[in-house]
């Protein structure tokens, strides 16, 4: 049996979950409201508070989609009662991020600035900036990407940090929130 696709799924209470004859899943919450899909070969159900999921064998296929069909459905429970949320840094003297409306403008060491437009459902969160405490430090400004779907939220903070990935060398650029960057070492001059 697949430990992940055997676990039960709990509904909270804020969480209204319907499941249709063609394996259609609705999940609405005070986050909003995702449907989507699944293969007919799942056999989804509901009772008690709980959604479980089963598979009809033990075929290769059959075990992937078993654990793959519960954790997307987990995603959609989570999402429309809590959301998700990507937290963003950006490090660099002169980079810049700004919200005009629903736009995001992105001033990072281009000859023009970047603007993306997030998907709906997705919004960025308040954009802070910090000034460095120490004298070898950059400009670092902060703000999350959140919305109640997984896979949108993670792709457009993909697409934000696509914008200026980060330099190995000196550290600038757009990262997530506690990502170790692996920093190199820059040329040296040998003494002779």
């Known amino acids: 049996m697949s430990r992940v696709g ?13 499941i249709s004859a063609s394996n259609e899943v609705k999940a609405s919450g005070p986050k909003g409201t995702i449907v989507r ?3 007919p070969e799942m056999t989804i159900s509901q009772s008690d508070g709980q959604i479980s999921v089963s598979r009809p064998n033990d075929d290769r296929e059959s075990r992937a ?3 793959t069909t519960r954790s997307l459905i987990a995603n959609m429970v989570k999402g429309v009662s809590e959301g998700f949320k990507k937290e963003m840094e ?3 003297v002169g980079y810049r991020v700004q919200k005009q409306g629903e736009k995001v403008i992105l001033q990072l060491g281009y000859s023009h600035p970047i ?5 709906a459902g997705v919004e960025v969160g308040e954009i802070e900036t910090f000034t460095p405490t120490q004298a070898n430090q950059w400009l670092t400004t902060t703000f999350a990407v959140s919305g109640a779907n997984n896979e949108d939220v993670g792709q457009f903070a993909s697409v934000i940090r696509k914008a200026r990935k980060v330099d190995p060398y ?6 997530y929130r506690g990502e170790m960057i692996r920093r190199k070492a820059g040329k040296t001059i040998g003494v002779q």
């Open 37 to 39: 899909n699944f293969r």
């Open 170 to 175: 000196r550290g600038k650029g757009i990262r």
């Open 6 to 18: 055997q676990q039960p799924i709990a509904v909270p209470d804020s969480v209204t979950v319907t």
């Open 65 to 67: 989609l078993h654990g």
């Open 115 to 119: 603007e993306v437009s997030p998907p």
């Open 90 to 92: 950006v490090h660099g």
